[in-house]
């Protein structure tokens, strides 16, 4: 098994953009002890709400789930997400094979204007 630490002003993370500064995925759990889930410069809500999404609709089983809870890479750069100034705009991912159910996390997605799930089997 590996670990990883993350130290706040560690410039050496980064997002697939170069200018995200990111904390890895994993670190962005509800971890007792050891949590940046409230940090929201680390752990963007959204990325946060978008994972718990993957995880209710069965993410492991979608035809197209790249990117998706990678530990490094910004939500924004995720298959079907479109973000406007690093918050998520739309979410298209129709025919996607989606299943499980809807997370009341989308709700989080404060800047969500379109959302295309159709042609997939959520309730």
């Keep these: 098994a590996s670990a990883a630490v993350l130290v706040h002003g560690n410039d050496m993370i980064r997002g697939k953009n170069k200018n995200d500064t990111i ?7 509800n971890v007792p002890q050891f949590d ?3 940090d929201t410069v680390w752990c ?10 993957y995880d209710e609709a069965k993410g492991p089983e979608w035809t197209n789930a790249t990117g998706w809870v ?9 298959h079907g997400v479109e973000c406007k100034a690093g918050k998520v705009a739309k979410l298209l991912l129709n025919n996607s094979g989606l299943s499980g159910r809807i997370s009341d996390a989308i709700g989080k997605l404060t800047s969500l204007e379109v959302i295309d799930l159709h042609d997939n089997n959520l309730k």
Excluded: I, V
Aim: charged letters at 15%; glycine letters at 4%.
């Design 23 to 29: 904390a890895p995925l994993s670190l962005c759990s």
């Design 44 to 53: 963007p809500p959204e990325r946060n709400a978008l994972r718990l999404f």
């Design 70 to 78: 990678d530990e490094f890479s910004s939500h924004c750069g995720w």
């Design 36 to 38: 940046l889930f409230n």
